[in-house]
């Protein structure tokens, strides 16, 4: 007759073999059956835009002639630093050719009119731009931004800063000398603004 131990607190359970005449008794060791638990998904990374690094002659051969649009948005993200998270993405029709993080505005300024009110640091308002050529500024690059529409905001660009201002601040300077890379093959004439 086979009788198991109870498996109490986890421990394994011990069957014991009786059997009568000669066969005396044995004892067999059987141990809890381990469940394994799914390992947790984790999202796989998101691939990187073809051009993000800036152009490649790959890249620039099968774009020629095309139009190629820069946007910008501000997105629901906000960083440590309390800036909001805004992105600037290049491109071409429904691919994103490059995605790069930047900040508009400072932290304390988010909420202020972004059209009319000259000097407050607000957050570019949304529209359209002209762009400027990227042009040296001290160590750094300007590009300067022409709203197309009615505002009395002036003096906007795109430059490298952090932490944000009133212009389009990209605080890591590699995705300027990208964007710069990008301007300087293609024609960017323009801004979108999009929220």
Not at 13 to 22: I, K, M, P, Q
Not at 70 to 90: F, H, M, P
Not at 111 to 139: F, I, K, T, V
Not at 166 to 181: T, V
């Amino acid at each position: 007759m086979n009788q198991p131990i109870r498996n109490w607190a986890g421990l394994p359970l011990l069957l014991l073999t009786l059997c009568s005449g000669s066969c005396g008794s044995e004892a067999e060791l059987v141990l809890p059956v381990q469940r394994s638990e799914p390992a947790p998904q984790q999202a796989a990374p998101k691939p990187t835009p073809p051009g993000q690094a800036g152009p490649n002659h790959a890249l620039l051969a099968r774009l020629q002639g095309q139009e190629l649009e820069l946007k910008a948005q501000r997105t629901d993200i906000r960083r440590t630093d309390g800036q909001r998270q805004w992105l600037l993405e290049l491109h071409h029709g429904q691919t994103v050719l490059a995605s790069w993080p930047a900040v508009s505005g400072t932290p304390s300024s988010q909420g202020l009119d972004r059209r009319w009110s000259p000097g407050n640091g607000a957050p570019l308002p949304q529209g359209d731009y002209s762009l400027g050529p990227a042009e040296p500024w001290g160590e750094d690059i300007w590009i300067t931004l022409a709203p197309r529409f009615d505002t009395s905001r002036s003096g906007l660009g795109i430059h490298h800063c952090n932490p944000g201002s009133g212009c389009l601040c990209l605080p890591d300077r590699s995705s300027l000398l990208a964007l710069k890379a990008w301007m300087q093959e293609v024609e960017l004439k323009q801004l979108r603004v999009l929220n």
